[in-house]
């Protein structure tokens, strides 16, 4: 079984093709009483098509399409490995951090100040990814129990990718020095 983070599909195109590397989440509705974490440290990028993704991003290409429903065919084309996680209570930090991402910084606003499922207002968090392309995308059938509210989704019809089918979409160099930018604005929060 491996595990799926659901994100909007813009956001999802904006890290596999390097343009970014964080993960911002308050939590969906379905999280449960303790609210939202970065609770794995390996995880594929599972696409959603919210309509309106486009209104809350400052870049990137969508063509809304109506959501999954039951029994579409979709690809999972990424996986991504969490190098640290933190929560950020400082708007200047996150503030900071604009050039690293594709949020409007409304998006960021409305999201930081949100209260509920176990988040206080001013406060987010924030993973620091390292995104692979998956040299063979996997094939699914879109099922109900994909969705919902939710961040995290247990899938049982695949396993974790190994290294030999994966590609890193930043060279090492410029991953490295991505971190030690992102570490020099948030620190270097929690190892996963």
Not at 8 to 28: F, P, T
Not at 65 to 73: A, N, S
Not at 137 to 147: A, M, S, V
Request: proline share 3%.
């Amino acid at each position: 079984m491996a595990i799926a983070f659901k994100e909007w599909q813009v956001i999802c195109d904006a890290l596999a093709d390097g343009r970014q590397s964080i993960l911002l989440r308050k939590g969906g509705i379905h999280e449960g009483r303790e609210g939202f974490s970065f609770a794995h440290d390996s995880f594929y990028l599972f696409p959603t098509k919210f309509h309106a993704q486009l209104d809350y991003v400052r870049e990137g290409e969508f063509t809304p399409e109506r959501e999954w429903q039951v029994g579409d065919k979709f690809c999972i084309t990424h996986h991504a490995k969490a190098i640290f996680a933190v929560t950020l209570n400082d708007w200047a930090k996150l503030l900071a951090l604009f050039p690293y991402h594709v949020y409007t910084e409304q998006t960021l606003k409305e999201r930081f100040d949100w209260e509920g499922k176990g988040m206080a207002s001013g406060s987010i968090h924030l993973a620091f990814v390292k995104t692979f392309r998956l040299k063979k995308p996997i094939e699914l059938t879109y099922e109900k129990r994909f969705g919902g509210c939710r961040s995290w989704l247990d899938i049982t019809e695949i396993n974790e990718p190994d290294s030999e089918n994966t590609t890193s979409v930043l060279e090492m160099a410029k991953f490295e020095d991505l971190r030690e930018k992102i570490c020099g604005i948030v620190g270097s929060g929690t190892s996963l």
